[in-house]
């Protein structure tokens, strides 16, 4: 159990190899045994956030949850033990927030997850909408406003037609 989060940088190894070492036991073949491996995790992070168009300043907030290990082929028999960890962008980088045994069932890949705050999912959006258009939708959104031109330009001609013969007085003709 990690009580304070662990900056991920070079220099923090042997922080980050107790940490994982607290959790993992004796337990080696699934999990993540070396700070190289939570760098790695860091650095995948970083580059999911990046990847996604979110400037610097506001990836703060961002979470990265992974859980080590590979599927394990559904003829296994037992359950293996990994290890999940929770980083924590802050803005002096990634932080080592949390680590815990984790279960891996057969058949089941463990993986990672990028969770984004509210702002960082719109940017995210903003970002992604910037790189495709629908022309399916900017035809509809044509017609549209070319249905409602012409309907305004009827009833602008329709105005002006009714409005000569009601100003004309009885009896004459127009």
Known sequence: MIT???KI?????DAIEAALHAVNGRAATHTFRFPSQILDLAEAAERGLINLGIPKVERVGARFVARSGEKLPSAYKYVAIGT???LLR????????GAEAAQI????APGATLELTPVQDARAVEV???S?????????????AQAELAAAMAAITAARTAAPMAAAPEGAQA
């Open 128 to 130: 992604l909408r910037r």
């Open 9 to 13: 940088i070079t220099e923090s190894h």
């Open 90 to 97: 802050r803005s002096s980088g990634w932080y080592l927030e």
């Open 132 to 144: 495709y258009r629908v022309p399916e939708a900017e035809a509809a959104v044509r017609a549209a």
């Open 84 to 86: 999940r960890v929770i």
């Open 105 to 108: 069932h057969p058949g089941v």
């Open 4 to 6: 304070k989060p662990i």
